[in-house]
């Protein structure tokens, strides 16, 4: 027992990461948003079947690096002071990561350029969140 306690550390440190960079901005998901509704547009106006088969990948790799990021800000960045000040924070993330999804209304899954300008909104509205706990910080 007492070699376990002199093989503990004596000081504790934690981090989000490896290497606890603390850059986080929402605009990674809102250009990633962008593009997800761009191709939208792209694939609606395009009848090749090559071309939009390509953009419904790429569309849907774009979604998922959106929720990527969402998901780093939600549970990385935001802390309980941030969640207590702005209590739609979870709503508002749970409702973007839907919308970037691949469920019934979701951006991956979807090519109307609607649901690409919805998850843009809901990202809009993090931004402000975001940036308003960077100024009181």
């Known amino acids: 027992m007492r070699l376990l306690s002199l093989r503990r550390p004596r ?24 593009s997800v509704k761009a191709i939208q547009e792209k ?3 395009n009848d090749d079947p ?12 774009r979604a998922d690096l959106v929720k990527h990021h969402l998901w780093v800000l939600w549970t990385d960045y935001f802390k309980p002071p941030h969640f ?6 979870h709503e508002l993330f749970n409702k ?3 919308k970037a999804g691949g469920g ?3 951006a991956k899954s979807s090519t109307d350029p609607a649901t690409g ?21």
């Open 96 to 98: 973007a990561t839907k």
């Open 104 to 106: 019934p209304g979701g």
């Open 117 to 137: 300008q919805e998850l843009l909104d809901y990202i809009a509205q993090i931004d402000k969140i975001f940036w308003e706990t960077k100024a009181a910080a």
């Open 84 to 89: 207590e000040k702005y209590p739609e924070l």
């Open 43 to 45: 694939y609606q106006g």
């Open 11 to 34: 000081l504790e440190a934690t981090a989000h990461c490896d290497l606890p960079c603390g850059v986080y901005d929402p605009a990674q998901a809102r250009i990633e948003a962008e």
């Open 50 to 61: 090559a071309f939009r088969e390509r953009a419904l990948i790429i569309k849907e790799q």
